[in-house]
């Protein structure tokens, strides 16, 4: 299948947050084509969180109508920000999701915007996704993320740290030290800061210094008293990485109040001690954020792991996309740093304090049990259990797992035993992202020391894990394991791992897929699904993929894998059809859809005729929607939900009714994204399974539609809001429900 041509990347600018002293000043909305307006008694303003759809100049918003991608993404990170807000939640669970919404506003900037404003400056002529110039798209985007900047930090003084404080949990401002505290922080900053800092004058002779991507920064501004009249010095302080930015104050104090001080104000508080013979007039923080995307033209690349390497050394220097500075700075430093990162004052927040508020996660390290969700281990109760005899029970029946719920000790277990067992000929691997100190990693390097063949295919363009992907494919290498990087113009995003094993006088292969990483560490906290088989028409169909993927397949053919980029689109388009020529034939119909994102145009047009054939369609969208579900005519039979909650929701499966014969489910690694579709080497697997299947259905999808308490349900007008709890019944939680279920698993098996 032809590659479609690459969507432009969208990203956003800078708004300024809510300040404790004074209000800031959004720039307006811009107006768009929207949906039709409902009737007057359904009426309802545009919330913040609102994503709203646009529709094509030509055609008719009935005909085609979607929502902004960016709108619809900053609308999910609104929704992260309300777990924030929301006093249902223990108090440090609350830090935490605030701190995650800074943490995807950083990634959204580094990308998102990040392409935009490149758009903008190349002069792009070619509009975007709906029509609209990238100027105005970040126009957009500008006024709805300096709402919700507003919100983080309206959430954070005046909701959080007031909880804190009443907890025990005190963070202090430096006019806020008492002469005692004042007192332990200077001897802190004298004895653990002072060493490590390097003032950098700007003058004549000293160039403006190259800093970091989110790297915090001083900007101080000093006085010579013996000329007075002299025009005020302008140094920086680049605040090194390994300094905490959350401090204890006097941790050896007893006591059961705990303070905090953040690094900036001390050193705000005594960087004078940096410039002797001078007055310290002013000092404030600020930090940069760096266009991050790497660009690397695959197929002129000889080496793609040195040319990686070499675009991660300029990733630091990447064009700045925005500052966020403390406010008060004066005019003249702002106007400094802004034409020095050569950057647009649209880009730039004053901020009162503090900066990045993703170092606020270090509180959840506090041990104030109390604050925190009630501790839950994933269960290690399968079928696996039993790791000795992991091959037996695989020839028996296929084994579904459900992360973080299931334990991901039998994926590690399945390669380890892999590894080892000297039955097991050669182990073939993907590898997308993966924990700092993997056993997966070491699985392979123990297997292929021991003489087995193994194969690993390591994504080494894997967003922000390039550098650790570098690192595992060189000890992969040394190691003797043949390390393979894919296709080029394509991640690989699949996860598969598959065993060939001697039985007898037979070789027999045993495979996971999944639709998450293999990393340990995020499986505690994703929800995703693990399925072991050793079913000969899948097994056979995985190695056929790890040949064309290491050697060479111009078209390979699949009969019961979807596998992007090469049949993926193609059948979700036809299940979709064929779903929609039932119901145009009055025959039951329905899909129900699990995904992270769903933006490909053609399939959301897909699911629009069905849905105008009368097929009712469930979709649940953790994340981006670009689907308008509700409207008359056009998708009136369509629901849209996103769960937001404890774990991050990133599980994906399908299910197609299929009338006169029996349905189709499907798990796998792929959104409905053009990138997923056609960018991506992705692995959607059937469930076929009779009992697996009836957990899909029984299970995760009944439980996640019956949600009440996590999920929010979109509308037509872009707003999402929580689903009304069926009458005389309390808010219901599918996660809650599903730690309940594991736990009594748990105590089955010990029965």
Known sequence: MARRKAQSATPKPAARPRRRTAAPQPVAPQPVATAPTPPPDERV?????????????????????????????????????????????????????????????????????????????????EPIAEGLGARKELRRIHSIVASLVEDQYRCWHEQLLPALSEEGIVVKDADE???????????????????????????????????????????????????????????????????????????????????????????????????????????????????????????????????????????????AVRLEIEEGVSDSIYNTLCDHLDLSREYVFRLEGPLNLLRVESLVDIERPDLKFAPFAPVHCSPLQDRENLFATLRERDVLLHHPYDAFTPVVEFVEQAARDPQVFAIKQTLYRTSGDSPIVRALIEASRLGKQVTALVELKARGDEANNIQWARQLEDAGVHVVYGLVGHKIHCKLCLVVRREGKALRHYAHLGTGNYNPRTARLYTDLSLFTSHEHLTVEIAYLFNTLTGFGRSPAFEHLLVAPYNLHARILDLIARETAAAAAGKPARIMAKMNSLVDQETIDALYAASRAGVQIDLIIRGTCCLVPGLRGLSENIRVRSLVGRFLEHARAYYFENHGAAPLLYAGSADWMPRNFFRRVEVVFPIEVPDLRRWILDQLFAMELRDTENARVLHPDGSYRPPEAPAGTGDFSSQAYFIVQAMQRLRDSHD
């Open 177 to 319: 030290l008492t002469p005692s505290e004042l007192d332990w922080v200077q001897a802190y900053f004298e004895e653990q800061v002072l060493p490590v800092l390097t003032p950098l004058a700007l003058d004549q002779a000293h160039p403006f210094p190259q800093l970091g991507n989110k790297t915090l920064n001083i900007v101080a501004t000093l006085d010579n008293p013996a000329t007075p009249d002299v025009e005020q010095l302008v140094a920086i302080l680049p605040v090194p990485r390994i300094l905490p930015r959350l401090v204890r104050l006097d941790p050896d104090e007893p006591g059961q109040i705990q303070r905090f001080i953040f690094l900036t104000e001390i050193i705000k508080l005594c960087a004078g001690e940096l410039f002797p013979g001078y007055r310290l007039a002013s000092a404030h923080a600020f930090r940069v954020t760096r266009n991050s995307d790497l660009y690397i033209d695959e197929e002129e690349a000889e080496n793609l792991l040195k040319t990686i390497e070499a675009e991660l050394r300029n990733l630091r220097r990447g064009a």
């Open 45 to 125: 303003l545009e919330p913040k969180n609102a994503a709203r759809p646009v529709a094509s100049e030509t055609e008719s918003p009935q005909s085609a109508a979607y929502f902004n991608r960016e709108l619809s993404w900053l609308a999910f990170n609104r929704r992260v920000l309300e777990q924030a807000q929301s006093d249902r939640h223990p108090l440090l669970e609350r830090v935490r999701f605030l701190a995650i919404f800074s943490s995807n506003l950083d990634e959204f900037f580094e990308i998102r915007v990040a392409g935009l404003i490149q758009q903008v400056e190349n002069a792009a002529s």
